[in-house]
């Protein structure tokens, strides 16, 4: 019996012994650094800590249930701030959402002021916040929504040049940027957080949107903008359609006119070749001048005897002269067979 109740002593004794040896070690890894408190007191200095020359990760030591071991991140982490409406210089209402990137720097400090991760991401979102707004406040939009100072905005020429006014389509100068914000917050950022033992590694603003009432009138100063654009290239393009039509028609004129010129120079010269033609054929003989005479007479009567005209002309009309001798002669009522011609009626002179 006390042989098994000094077997169960001494089983018990080494349980406790493994119990405070188990308690008086710790392992720190490679991402991770502690720090040693005692009664909420830090104890010596922060195990592997950033920008040391050495890792210190691996085993370590401790006094068991007295010591209590503090681990943070070594790693960068992220801050992501909630999406909050500000105003602009001009009064403009937009939405702005940042994120952040950051580490504990000094653990030491961080641990004394901030104690955990909880703690610090409610200080950042105090610190980035305030000085998000307080930045976006001094500037105008246009200093938010454009990248940097040299980058100019994409426009086409012709909408340059449909503006006269230089204000439609063209976006106004800027004098630093939305990276220069983003610095400026940054900056000011950093110097705050040091405090805390927090080193601020970048700051971006990851959205920007505007308040829907200020967005309505964006789009309608943009439609509106557009419009005159638009009404100004109609009222280009009908003036150049009207230019080219009256182009088109003093064109057509000038043609029409050099045509009817080359008409009657033709028609004149062959009149007059026609003339020439006759007058030769004229003065050739008696014969030859009567037999002219005559076919163009016949000619006449052809152009003047159509249909059902009726012609009144003199006795001593040489076109007369020919329908008189067109008349039966004496003693042959018939006479040779003629031509049949309209009913002249003889006007009395």
């Given at each position: 019996?006390?042989?098994?109740?000094?077997?169960?002593?001494?089983?018990?004794?080494?349980?406790?012994?493994?119990?405070?040896?188990?308690?008086?070690?710790?392992?720190?890894?490679?991402?991770?650094?502690?720090?040693?408190?005692?009664?909420?007191?830090?104890?010596?200095?922060?195990?592997?800590?950033?920008?040391?020359?050495?890792?210190?990760?691996?085993?370590?030591?401790?006094?068991?249930?007295?010591?209590?071991?503090?681990?943070?991140?070594?790693?960068?982490?992220?801050?992501?701030?909630?999406?909050?409406?500000?105003?602009?210089?001009?009064?403009?209402?937009?939405?702005?959402?940042?994120?952040?990137?950051?580490?504990?720097?000094?653990?030491?400090?961080?641990?004394?002021?901030?104690?955990?991760?909880?703690?610090?991401?409610?200080?950042?979102?105090?610190?980035?916040?305030?000085?998000?707004?307080?930045?976006?406040?001094?500037?105008?939009l246009i200093e938010v929504i454009?990248?940097?100072?040299?980058?100019e905005p994409l426009q086409a020429?012709?909408?340059?040049?449909?503006?006269?006014?230089?204000?439609?389509?063209?976006?106004?100068?800027?004098?630093?940027?939305?990276?220069?914000?983003?610095?400026?917050?940054?900056?000011?950022?950093?110097?705050?957080?040091?405090?805390f033992g927090i080193e601020l590694?970048?700051?971006?603003?990851?959205?920007?949107?505007?308040?829907?009432?200020?967005?309505?009138?964006?789009?309608?100063?943009?439609?509106?903008?557009?419009?005159?654009?638009?009404?100004?290239?109609?009222?280009?393009?009908?003036?150049?359609?009207?230019?080219?039509?009256?182009?088109?028609?003093?064109?057509?004129?000038?043609?029409?006119?050099?045509?009817?010129?080359?008409?009657?120079?033709?028609?004149?010269?062959?009149?007059?070749?026609?003339?020439?033609?006759?007058?030769?054929?004229?003065?050739?003989?008696?014969?030859?001048?009567?037999?002219?005479?005559?076919?163009?007479?016949?000619?006449?009567?052809?152009?003047?005897?159509?249909?059902?005209?009726?012609?009144?002309?003199?006795?001593?009309?040489?076109?007369?002269?020919?329908?008189?001798?067109?008349?039966?002669?004496?003693?042959?009522?018939?006479?040779?067979?003629?031509?049949?011609?309209?009913?002249?009626?003889?006007?009395?002179?």
């Amino acid at each position: 019996m006390k042989a098994k109740i000094a077997g169960c002593l001494v089983a018990l004794v080494l349980l406790v012994v493994l119990g405070v040896l188990s308690g008086a070690f710790y392992t720190v890894k490679e991402t991770e650094q502690v720090i040693i408190t005692q009664f909420g007191e830090t104890v010596g200095e922060p195990i592997n800590p950033p920008g040391a020359e050495e890792s210190e990760a691996g085993l370590h030591f401790k006094v068991p249930f007295l010591w209590k071991v503090n681990k943070f991140e070594k790693l960068i982490l992220e801050w992501d701030g909630n999406a909050e409406e500000m105003p602009t210089k001009e009064k403009t209402y937009i939405e702005v959402d940042t994120y952040g990137r950051w580490r504990i720097a000094d653990p030491l400090t961080y641990f004394q002021k901030l104690r955990d991760e909880r703690r610090a991401q409610s200080r950042l979102d105090d610190i980035l916040g305030s000085e998000t707004r307080n930045t976006i406040a001094k500037h105008q939009l246009i200093e938010v929504i454009r990248t940097t100072k040299e980058r100019e905005p994409l426009q086409a020429e012709e909408l340059l040049e449909a503006d006269m006014s230089g204000v439609v389509g063209k976006l106004p100068a800027i004098r630093f940027g939305r990276s220069a914000l983003e610095q400026e917050i940054f900056d000011k950022s950093a110097e705050k957080l040091a405090q805390f033992g927090i080193e601020l590694l970048d700051v971006r603003f990851k959205r920007i949107n505007y308040n829907q009432s200020v967005q309505t009138q964006i789009f309608e100063r943009m439609i509106s903008e557009r419009q005159q654009i638009a009404e100004r290239f109609r009222s280009e393009g009908e003036g150049e359609a009207a230019k080219i039509l009256g182009n088109m028609q003093k064109d057509l004129k000038e043609i029409q006119s050099a045509a009817y010129k080359e008409v009657q120079t033709i028609q004149g010269e062959a009149d007059a070749k026609a003339t020439e033609i006759y007058a030769a054929a004229y003065n050739q003989s008696p014969e030859a001048a009567a037999f002219y005479e005559f076919v163009r007479t016949m000619e006449v009567y052809g152009e003047v005897l159509g249909g059902d005209s009726t012609v009144i002309l003199s006795t001593d009309s040489d076109l007369f002269k020919y329908l008189k001798r067109a008349e039966p002669e004496a003693g042959n009522p018939a006479g040779p067979a003629k031509r049949p011609v309209a009913p002249v009626q003889p006007a009395a002179r």
